[in-house]
Structure formats: C-alpha cells, structure tokens
C-alpha cells in the first residue's frame, strides 16, 4: 500500500485536482471509516471520472478494502467502500501496472492485488445482509470484479439495470433471468 506520505501521491494521474484533498480523505476513511461518508466520495472522485481510470484509481483501492474490514457487513459505509472498490476493479482489470508503470511498479499492483483478493470475501459476507435490490447488484458486480467475472460484473455494474440482448431482440434484467431453465 503506498504511504501517505510518499511523494508519488502527486505524480499520479487523477481526475481530481490538489493531491492533499485526496490524502486528507483517505486519511479520514483510514481512521474513522463508519464517519467517513464524505471522504469516500472524495477518494471516488479522485479516483474515478466517468469510467476513466488513473493511477490514483489503483492506489486508493487497498484503502477502500481495509476501511471496509473494519465495518460490520450490513454498515451503509461498507457497502459505498466494496462499491467503489469493485468498479475500480472492473475498469483497472487484472494488471494494475499497466495503467502507469514507472510510478505503480510492482509493490502498488501487487498492493492492488492482495486488496482485491481480500475484497471478495467482504463483498461476499455483505451479500448476506438485506439490501435494496440496486445496492445488492452492485455488491454483487463488486463481488464478480473481485473473482475476476468482469463481463458479470459488467452486467450487474449497468445503469439502467436493463440489458439489451440481441437474440432475443428485447430488454431483460438480470437478475431475473438467472436461474430461470430457459435463461
């Protein structure tokens, strides 16, 4: 996990502006993450912009998981750090590394890496709590980007939740064609 206090915070690429703002955040979701709902959505915002990821995008992950270990599964700040974490995931893929690899070399990809591994057993407990349908699929995209499923994933991250299909020329949800024997 890079430092706080390391110097490449502010040669990372991010969507964001002023480095210190990000470090401040992470710093709050660091040391108090059941009151850190303002400073998550600073560290997504720093992170991510309209689907584009950055090197701030895998840094900030390994902050996300260990804020949500720290969480009870059904706490709502849980939900938004898996949440995040997930889409990052989705966008970063497997190979952290490539996205900047002069500044994230190996020790922050395999940061990345070990979080993610550490994320899907998370997401998984959390599934278990009863959530509003939406927040359950994105739970459950987090818990598909965190086993490498990144088209189910995919699937589950859309806004709308409807899918076009084209064999079947239609929409569907779904969650509500999965387990049905035509599906």
Not at 3 to 30: F, K, M, N, Q, Y
Not at 59 to 84: I, T, W
Request: overall charge negative; hydrophobic content about 45%.
């Amino acid at each position: 996990m890079l430092a706080l206090d390391d110097p490449r915070w502010a040669e990372l690429s991010s969507p964001g502006g002023p480095v210190a703002e990000l470090l401040t955040a992470l710093r709050t979701v660091r040391n108090s993450p059941a009151d850190a709902k303002y400073a998550i959505e600073v560290v997504a915002g720093y992170a991510c912009h309209q689907y584009s990821v950055y090197g701030t995008t895998v840094a900030v992950v390994p902050y996300l998981v260990r804020a949500a270990s720290e969480l009870p599964p059904a706490h709502r700040n849980r939900y938004e750090l898996l949440s995040d974490a997930g889409v990052f995931t989705l966008l970063v893929g497997d190979r952290p590394e490539r996205l900047c690899p002069r500044l994230l070399g190996p020790t922050l990809g395999e940061a990345f890496v070990a979080a993610v591994g550490v994320a899907g057993p998370l997401a998984g407990e959390s599934l278990l709590e009863a959530w509003p349908e939406d927040q359950f699929a994105y739970l459950l995209a987090a818990l598909a980007a965190f086993r490498g499923h990144r088209r189910v994933g995919g699937l589950l991250s859309r806004s709308p939740r409807e899918v076009w299909c084209p064999g079947c020329n239609a929409e569907f949800h779904p969650l509500e064609v999965w387990g049905r024997p035509d599906a």
